[in-house]
């Protein structure tokens, strides 16, 4: 449908010897993915089936997922080779990633693209890349109508220019899912919520209604209103 129309396909050069990269990917297992994430009402296992999309099509081997929360940035899932995808709630932090790339990839609300970040004299005093040398990252801001959702924070160790334009249309089309599906899955989230509260509300006011009955009415009348919804008129005896 449209959600794969145009952006990944058409930005390709009839001339490009690798045009076919792209193009070949398994289309129909993104579209079985959308259509999983569409009925999915668990939020971490939302978070984990987007994520393992993100690496799966991107070609990182280490990977966070942020939202952002009000003014601050929470990780919603992390992903390294040896522990796969795990969902997770922290506030990212300069151990996590370079939050100096992450804050400007936010004010600029564009992608950024880093080969060796480490012996870029821009960036080598940057703590994180003293103790962190990847060979490649990309910084990708998440937007929903135009305003930052969240971020991708995606390296490769092992190789160089593992990040390009090509892999930036496909984060666009699987991060437009990603803003859709979350926002998605934090109203319901929200709105359970509001019933739980309701319904708790509901239990607190009913619990003392038959406390209050119990002092005016006998048993018996208090039976009969709970099971036919009336109750006959009672004889008191003075």
């Known amino acids: 449908g449209d959600i794969l ?4 396909l058409e930005e390709q050069n009839a001339g490009e010897s690798n045009a076919g990269v792209v193009a070949g990917m398994d289309l129909n297992l993104l579209l079985q993915a959308n259509r999983a994430v569409k009925s999915e009402k668990d939020i971490d296992s939302l978070v984990e089936q987007l994520m393992k999309a993100i690496i799966q099509y ?3 081997d280490t990977g966070y997922l942020l939202v952002k929360k009000r003014s ?8 390294t080779a040896a522990t796969g995808v795990y969902t997770m709630a922290a506030y990212a932090d300069n151990d996590m990633m370079p939050m100096s790339i992450v804050k400007y990839v936010i004010r600029l609300k564009e992608p950024l693209i880093l080969n060796q970040p480490a012996q870029i004299p821009e960036y080598s005093n940057t703590r994180y890349f003293e103790k962190n040398k990847p060979k490649s990252l990309i910084c990708y801001p998440v937007l929903k109508q135009g305003e930052i959702f969240g971020v991708l924070y995606l390296e490769n160790y092992v190789n160089e220019a593992v990040f390009d334009e ?3 249309n496909i984060l666009n089309l ?6 859709v599906s979350l ?16 319904t708790e509300v509901l239990e607190a006011e009913k619990g003392k209604t038959e406390e ?3 002092n005016i009415l ?18 008191f005896d003075h």
């Open 72 to 79: 601050d940035l929470v990780v919603k899932a992390k992903y």
């Open 183 to 198: 926002d998605n899955a934090f109203l319901y989230e929200h709105l359970e919520s509001r019933v739980l509260e309701r």
């Open 166 to 168: 090509k892999k930036i």
């Open 58 to 60: 991107s070609g990182a």
């Open 5 to 8: 129309g145009g952006s990944i």
């Open 174 to 179: 699987i991060s437009a899912q990603v803003a």
């Open 212 to 214: 209050m009955l119990e």
């Open 218 to 235: 006998p048993k018996a009348a208090i039976e009969e209103l709970k099971r036919t919804g009336k109750t006959t008129a009672q004889k």
